[in-house]
């Protein structure tokens, strides 16, 4: 089976109602990242990470749904060998039926102890908050990458994308890194999309197909011409 890696950012999400990041009316327009999104306001205010997460943990729990984008990339492994990196910290692509999932900047649905970083809790429903503590008797946090800090699953993304027969990069602004250089380890040979309909930064790079499209238009008929190729 041929391999097809994907790597997704918070633009798979948009058409299910998550909000992007950098977009006009994405998340970073109305929130300063360093007083919700790193350690710095970690230590300074946790009450207002934990409500900012909050809100969105809620959100996931309660109304967002994958859209058809993510279940045509599902849809994939019936004729693929489908592996996603996602930068989301959402889901949506598990819920649609995604097996192969990494996650580079954590998970949403997952709280961590503050004392020991191993330990890992998946969470039952949406509320955070002071007070709640891992087996260890520290504070528990959101199991998210923040800013500043390590990325500790990109070797293992780096080595997939290594391995891909084709890539694909869909609803990212290719800004944050490590992430936006996983296309420096593809090789430079194999058919490449890049899906999101407004597409800016856009790496120079052999054998890449621009789609500006929404993600849920263009994966579902991208996926029916790959499997007929
Ligand atoms: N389909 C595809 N792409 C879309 C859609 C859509 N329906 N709607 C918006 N987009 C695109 C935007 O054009 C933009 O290029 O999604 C991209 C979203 O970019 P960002 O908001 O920068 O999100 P992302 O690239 O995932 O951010 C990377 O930054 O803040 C951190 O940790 C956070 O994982 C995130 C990382």
């Not at 970073?28 to 710095?40: F, Y």
């Not at 306001?41 to 994958?66: D, G, H, S």
């Not at 990196?85 to 900047?105: M, P, Y």
């Amino acid at each position: 089976m041929k391999k097809i890696v994907v790597l997704s950012g918070a633009g798979i999400s948009a058409e299910s109602g998550v909000k992007t990041f950098r977009d006009s009316k994405g998340l970073w327009r109305n929130h300063r990242i360093e007083e919700v999104a790193s350690p710095i306001a970690w230590n300074n205010n946790p009450e207002m990470v934990l409500e900012f997460y909050n809100i969105r943990r809620k959100q996931l729990f309660e109304e967002v749904k994958p859209n058809a984008a993510h279940y045509a990339l599902a849809e994939l492994q019936n004729n693929f060998d489908v592996k996603i990196i996602t930068q989301n910290v959402d889901d949506l692509h598990e819920q649609a039926g995604s097996k192969n999932v990494l996650h580079l900047h954590g998970e949403l649905k997952k709280a961590r102890s503050t004392a020991d970083e191993r330990l890992v809790y998946e969470m039952k429903s949406w509320e955070l908050n002071i007070g709640d503590k891992c087996e260890l008797g520290s504070q528990l946090r959101p199991h998210i990458v923040w800013f500043g800090e390590s990325v500790p699953n990109i070797e293992q993304a780096i080595e997939i994308s290594q391995t891909a027969d084709i890539f694909m990069v869909i609803g990212t602004s290719m800004l944050v890194y490590p992430a936006a250089g996983l296309l420096n380890y593809v090789n430079p040979d194999i058919e490449k999309y890049y899906i999101d309909p407004n597409a800016k930064n856009i790496p120079d790079i052999r054998n890449l197909k621009i789609i500006r499209e929404k993600a849920g238009i263009a994966l579902p008929i991208i996926a029916k011409d790959l499997k007929i190729k």
